[in-house]
């Protein structure tokens, strides 16, 4: 830019910085629920969420495609067990995604 | 993506809240746990002092003890912990450093310098203490 002159201020709106991906009411509700813990079992987010299982797995398959949650499986004892936990990236993203939220509720 | 009104926004920012909240129950176990270690390494560091050299079937019976009850421990923990609530990883992996570290030094106390009960008694407790922290930090959130 050369001195003397402005860029247009360009406020995007804050609707456009939403994450569409954790937009969705179940997805929002599973990423927010594992937003307060380091990682939680499948049966705890079905629970919390309040869907079946199977929408549960449909719906954390998307967001894993997405980067946003990181599924780990395995036993204890012979039980198949199944922990759920964000990414970085998913961390991120859903921080940003309440920041958009903020400032469309402060109109 | 289908345009938001503030008022909607602010419902969706309080069911995060909301949400977000983890469970009191898997606090406590995961608590429990980590002061169990604790105190299970605290004791087998007093065990070692108490019958290493000099009493070695007591010494045994010691570890299978000491082994048994954390292996119990885990499975119990395994079982019910459904939620690690957020630092809770980081609390535990960090307290048991440091409790490891402080055995390892206590163990080589005890077998090079043979340290009085005196002293050695209050460092056993030093040795759980950051674990017993951890805990109590956890259990508190």
């Given amino acids: ?107 | 993506m289908t345009p938001l009104t503030p008022e909607e926004a602010r419902e969706q920012l309080a069911t995060a809240d909301t949400l977000a909240t983890t469970s009191g129950t898997d606090a406590r176990i995961g608590a429990f746990t980590t002061a169990g270690v604790g105190a299970l390494v605290a004791l087998m560091l007093a065990m070692s002092k108490a019958f290493a050299g000099t009493n070695t079937v007591a010494f045994l019976i010691g570890v299978v003890v000491y082994v048994l009850a954390i292996g119990a421990l885990m499975i119990w923990h395994g079982r019910r912990f459904r939620v690690a609530n957020r630092g809770w990883s980081r609390r535990y992996r960090a307290s048991l450093g440091v409790t490891m570290t402080t055995y390892t030094i206590g163990i080589l106390w005890a077998t090079g310098g043979s340290p009085s009960w005196a002293l050695f008694a209050p460092y056993c407790v030093l040795v759980a203490l950051p674990m017993l922290v951890a805990a109590g930090r956890s259990a508190r959130r």
Avoid: C
């Fill in chain 1, 1 to 107: 830019m050369s001195p003397g002159t402005t860029s247009p201020k360009h406020e995007v709106h804050p609707r456009h910085r939403l994450n569409e991906t954790i937009h969705a009411p179940v997805r929002f509700s599973i990423v927010a629920t594992l937003a307060g813990a380091d990682q939680a079992e499948f049966s705890f987010v079905r629970d919390t969420v309040e869907v079946s299982d199977s929408v549960l797995s449909k719906q954390v398959a998307t967001l894993e495609s997405a980067g946003i949650v990181k599924v780990k499986k395995g036993y204890v004892g012979k039980r198949p067990r199944t922990w759920l936990s964000l990414t970085a990236f998913g961390r991120r993203a859903f921080h940003d995604h309440l920041a958009a939220l903020r400032d469309i509720a402060g109109g």
